[in-house]
């Protein structure tokens, strides 16, 4: 069990890290890893040392932009109206496709999301209203 995170707006962020990491548990379950491990895997030992991070830099930027594509098709379903729960193609499941694949990758790369958010909540305070940008 994870421990509870304050973000200062009242209510406390927990279960988030674990719920990243089973979604890359059942990502890596159903092969989505595979393509990655398998070129790590056969990178001779010479190699393996200098390559290694830009090996997984490759892959975790071809799972960002497979992020921003699920984001396009919640945008192309808006465009078309296609609305609903439970059903593919959706607004919603392009949405869910999208914090899926954002929720594998952070389980993936062990990040401490939630202490990340709680303390980029509160760093935001701290800055001019909309961060002096227009939109
Ligand atoms: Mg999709």
Known sequence: ??????????????????????????????????????????????VREELFMPTVDAFTTQKI??????????VEAMRQDIYGLERKDTFEDELADAL???????????IDIEKQMAWKINYNRT?????GKSF
């Open 1 to 46: 069990m994870s421990e509870r995170v304050e973000t200062g707006l009242g209510v406390e962020l927990g279960g988030i890290n674990e719920f990243c990491a089973l979604v890359n548990k059942e990502s890596r379950a159903r092969g989505w890893w595979e393509p990655m491990d398998n070129v790590l895997g056969g990178l001779v030992p010479d």
């Open 127 to 131: 800055r001019e209203h909309m961060h």
């Open 65 to 74: 932009m497979l992020i921003v594509c699920e984001l396009g098709e919640a």
């Open 100 to 110: 899926l694949r954002l929720f594998d990758l952070i389980g993936e790369r062990g």
